[in-house]
Nanobody, 126 residues
Framework: QVQLVESGGGLVQAGDSLRLSCVAS????????MAWFRQPPGKEREFVAG????????TYAESVKGRFTISRDDAESTVYLQMNSLKLEDTAVYYC???????????????????WGQGSQVTVSS
């Protein structure tokens, strides 16, 4: 099995920045398309950002576009989510996800990924 472990979450104030990390073990990291999803309290899980296997394409939810940046470091088997200008509505449990088959933005936003991390809580306060 592939294991994904998120880290970097925490409590921050609105306007602050935070970087989440997700470290993968198992198959070569470069084989996977990677994504971040989040689940706000009482709501369904939603897509946040995704990056292709090549690293040449990324896509974002409209709610985070211009504020969040997804990146990957294949040598470290890690995907990052840099979150800037955080808002109260960004409060959620953030999950990283990996999939061997997805190669387009259209497929990346779909939640049926093969592997999931356990989640990392991000809480934004005023």
């Amino acid at each position: 099995q592939v294991q994904l472990v998120e880290s970097g979450g925490g409590l921050v104030q609105a306007g602050d920045s935070l970087r989440l990390s997700c470290v993968a073990s198992g198959r070569p990291f470069s084989w996977y398309a990677m994504a971040w999803f989040r689940q706000p309290p009482g709501k369904e899980r939603e897509f946040v950002a995704g990056v292709s296997r090549s690293g040449g394409m990324s896509t974002y939810a409209e709610s985070v576009k211009g504020r969040f940046t997804i990146s990957r470091d294949d040598a470290e088997s890690t995907v990052y989510l840099q979150m800037n200008s955080l808002k109260l509505e960004d409060t959620a449990v953030y999950y990283c996800a990996a999939d061997l088959s997805r190669s387009s933005a259209e497929t990346m936003v779909r939640p049926e990924y093969q592997y999931w991390g356990q989640g990392s809580q991000v809480t934004v306060s005023s």
